[in-house]
T-cell receptor
């Protein structure tokens, strides 16, 4: 099972770029890497997903090196509203397999003015 | 937008009671999941289901069971509630994998207290 490790907390200031790295040394061939954001009293919200190299959407970028043993979520120019817990998820799920889903411990990002 | 609805935001029950947590999704997703979330432990998977009447154990299934009689509804059952099951419970759904990872859509959670 691919276990993930991410920093417990990070601080940043408004306008800065934030990079959160997740380590997943035992990632399997068919595993995807997915990041979620969670605000207090809400369920997690999907941010971005990738398999290899780089993925970018309107919210974030995800960098995955060739060995796929880690991944980095990049948030450009953060604002106070980006203060949240960010989870790294590694797993393949669905009716085609019985792979279990692994959430990291989560990184609490605090954005300061 | 996908809507995942959990029947209660807050619930208080007593030790030994049988507790039902209900979850409904409106996007015809094949997969549904139950997690619990505790401070310092993040999200942990209890059970998941990839089809009606199908279920698979997650990382912490002990003390729980599930039911999926209809595609849109996934129920979590605490057969005999105990105080260590006080937690935030989160339901999620996703499309079937079909060889590609699919993001999960979460409800807003049920905060369950067992007294």
């Amino acid at each position: 099972l691919a276990k993930t490790t991410q920093p417990i907390s990070m601080d940043s200031y408004e306008g800065q770029e934030v990079n959160i790295t997740c380590s997943h040394n035992n990632i399997a061939t068919n595993d995807y890497i997915t990041w979620y954001q969670q605000f207090p009293s809400q369920g997690p919200r999907f941010i971005i997903q990738g398999y290899k190299t780089k993925v970018t959407n309107e919210v974030a970028s995800l960098f995955i090196p060739a060995d796929r043993k880690s991944s980095t979520l990049s948030l450009p120019r953060v604002s106070l509203s980006d203060t949240a817990v960010y989870y790294c998820l590694v797993g393949a799920h669905g009716s085609s397999n019985t792979g279990k889903l692994i959430f990291g411990q989560g990184t609490t990002l605090q954005v300061k003015p | 937008d996908v809507k995942v609805t959990q029947s209660s935001r807050y619930l208080v029950k007593r030790t030994g009671e049988k507790v039902f947590l209900e979850c409904v999704q409106d996007m015809d997703h094949e997969n549904m999941f139950w997690y619990r979330q505790d401070p310092g432990l993040g999200l942990r998977l209890i059970y998941f289901s990839y089809d009606v009447k199908m279920k698979e154990k997650g990382d912490i299934p002990e003390g729980y069971s599930v039911s999926r009689e209809k595609k849109e509804r996934f129920s979590l059952i605490l057969e005999s509630a105990s105080t260590n099951q006080t937690s935030m419970y989160l339901c999620a759904s996703s499309l079937s994998d079909r060889g590609r990872g699919q993001p999960q859509h979460f409800g807003d959670g049920t905060r369950l207290s067992i007294l």
